[in-house]
């Protein structure tokens, strides 16, 4: 199909099954959010997908063309927003941002971005929580990648820098597939167009937070 298709992904540890011959895809102009109980799998998923952690089995097409996980980084077809920073601390933002951007008008355009300006001459391991994550999202949704993978954007951040992620990710929609995960649900589906749930290794779709309850993940 048109867009990024994941199929026949499974994965164990050991004789523990994770993921069990899953599923799913996101097109370009849709965000699709996936809800999971810890240590369900939402983490290993985007991991697999995108080639830092080896799967039993996995099968991936973007636009029809089958690729490999090890074709993921190099291609750039897939950003990853993993839950551990990935930005140097002991750089200045103003100083990230070329690494990544060489091109002088992607920096004007990251710099210029709201609420980056601020932050451009401070170090990134001096960035409050909130404030570094955004920074990553923004990063991140610059680059030409058409698809996106978010873990966790939302955790443990100030709720002014989650309104800015979602501003941003409502906006930058119509040109990319966004995947996001998040155990702050009210967030995530504030902003998806549809949602998935992991549990028992398997892959269940939900419409809004009353299938999250009736399913288990939330308390009624």
Avoid: W
């Amino acid at each position: 199909m048109n867009g990024l298709l994941i199929t026949n992904l499974t994965k164990s540890f050991g004789t523990k099954n994770i993921l069990s011959n899953i599923s799913l895809h996101c097109t370009i102009g849709e965000i699709v959010g996936v809800f999971g109980r810890n240590g369900t799998g939402k983490s290993t998923l985007l991991q697999c997908v995108f080639g830092t952690l080896r799967s039993d089995s996995i099968q991936i097409q973007i636009d029809y063309e089958q690729i490999t996980p090890k074709e993921i980084i190099p291609g750039r077809k897939i950003g990853y927003l993993p839950q551990d920073s990935f930005l140097p601390k002991e750089k200045k933002v103003r100083d990230v941002i070329p690494i990544l951007f060489p091109d002088g008008e992607d920096q004007d355009t990251i710099f210029y971005t709201k609420g980056i300006y601020e932050l451009e001459t401070r170090k990134v391991g001096a960035l409050s929580l909130g404030e570094l994550r955004y920074l990553e999202v923004v990063l991140l949704c610059h680059l030409a990648h058409p698809f996106l993978m978010l873990d966790e954007p939302f955790s443990m951040i100030q709720p002014a820098y989650k309104e800015l992620i979602k501003e941003l990710l409502l906006h930058i929609k119509s040109k990319k597939g966004i995947i996001v995960t998040d155990h702050y649900y009210e967030d995530v589906l504030s902003v998806t167009d549809r949602n998935l749930l992991i549990k028992e290794g398997n892959i269940l779709s939900i419409k809004d937070s009353n299938d999250l309850v009736s399913l288990g993940y939330l308390r009624g």
